[in-house]
C-alpha cells in the first residue's frame, strides 16, 4: 500500500510511504532538506513501522514545534491505521 502523507510546518511538503504488513518499503519526501531527508529514508526501510514511530515521534527542528522525522512518525501512524 502507498499512503500519501501532505506534511504541516515543515520544509518537505508531502511524505509518500509504501507499506506491506507494517514494514516499510520506501519512503520519499518531497522538498525539504534533500540529503539529510534521503539518509532518513534509507535508514527506516526494512523497518517495522511500529518501532521507527517511537524513535522519531516528537524530534523538533529548531524553533519549529516539529520536523521531517515528526511528520513521517505521524505519517507512519496514519498509514498504519489505514493499513
Known amino acids: 500500500m502507498t499512503y500519501r502523507f501532505r506534511t504541516k510546518g ?3 511538503g508531502q511524505i509518500d510511504i509504501e507499506l506491506e504488513d507494517g514494514i516499510i518499503k520506501d519512503v520519499v519526501f518531497y522538498g525539504g532538506c534533500n540529503g539529510n531527508l534521503k539518509g532518513i529514508s534509507a535508514l527506516v526501510k526494512g523497518k517495522k513501522a511500529e518501532e521507527v514511530i517511537p524513535l522519531i515521534k516528537g ?9 521531517c522525522p515528526d511528520q513521517l512518525a505521524i505519517a507512519l501512524t496514519e498509514a498504519l491505521d489505514n493499513e
Do not use: L
Open 59 to 67: 524530534i523538533k527542528c529548531g524553533f519549529k514545534s516539529t520536523s
Open 10 to 12: 515543515v520544509c518537505s
